[in-house]
T-cell receptor, first 115, second 115 residues
Framework: AQKVTQAQTEISVVEKEDVTLDCVYE???????LFWYKQPPSGELVFLIR??????QNEISGRYSWNFQKSTSSFNFTITASQVVDSAVYFC????????????FGKGITLSVRP | DGGITQSPKYLFRKEGQNVTLSCEQN?????MYWYRQDPGQGLRLIYY???????QKGDIAEGYSVSREKKESFPLTVTSAQKNPTAFYLC??????????????FGDGTRLSIL
């Protein structure tokens, strides 16, 4: 069975601080995909990034960066110089192939960025 | 703009009543999904459909029913058999389902409450 653990439930930071959101996953598939989604107060989930299991290269997109480490089954998300607009719930998700191709979500991390 | 439209945004159900949540997409996606979100619980899959006239149960299908008569539409009925229907319901779509690498696109959600 697939499982995603987001051990942090709520994080509160002051604007301009860096913050890292942790994600640990479990799967028996050799080919799998990891995702991060952002859910702002409006409710819609916004797709942020997808990584496949064969690509451990870290990725940076503006103030966002992702660190994928197969050795520790982790896919952590860092926001640099956080802003109030980053306040949202962030979900990490996992999908495999075939029967495991449906998304398995973690429980989400509520990030509050205070001015 | 292409996207997913869910309606209504808020819905109230009386005891013993069935209610139907609407989900329409104009992304020309084959696959559609319904999720339930409870506070602190992440997203749980109710039903999904890979193609018109076909749908599969997810992890928590009891008390719910769906139909997929058109590619664009995937309505969810919350029946009176669902004893705890109060939740936030999210509809999603992806290009196709089965490969695991397709990000899902989400609607704004419907919040269902019991009167």
């Amino acid at each position: 069975a697939q499982k995603v653990t987001q051990a942090q439930t709520e994080i509160s930071v002051v604007e301009k601080e860096d913050v890292t959101l942790d994600c640990v996953y479990e799967t028996r598939d050799t080919t799998y995909y990891l995702f991060w989604y952002k859910q702002p107060p409006s409710g819609e989930l916004v797709f942020l990034i997808r990584r496949n299991s064969f690509d451990e290269q870290n990725e940076i997109s503006g103030r966002y960066s992702w660190n994928f480490q197969k050795s520790t089954s982790s896919f952590n998300f860092t926001i640099t110089a956080s802003q109030v607009v980053d306040s949202a719930v962030y979900f990490c998700a996992l999908s495999g192939m075939g029967a495991n191709s449906k998304l398995t979500f973690g429980k989400g991390i509520t990030l509050s960025v205070r001015p | 703009d292409g996207g997913i439209t869910q309606s209504p945004k808020y819905l109230f159900r009386k005891e013993g009543q069935n209610v139907t949540l609407s989900c329409e997409q104009n992304l020309n996606h084959d696959a559609m999904y319904w999720y339930r979100q409870d506070p602190g619980q992440g997203l749980r899959l109710i039903y999904y459909s890979q193609i018109v006239n076909d749908f599969q149960k997810g992890d928590i299908a009891e008390g719910y029913s769906v139909s997929r008569e058109k590619k664009e539409s995937f309505p969810l009925t919350v029946t009176s058999a669902q004893k705890n229907p109060t939740a936030f319901y999210l509809c999603a779509s992806s290009i196709f389902q089965g490969a695991g690498n397709q990000p899902q696109h989400f609607g704004d959600g419907t919040r269902l409450s019991i009167l």
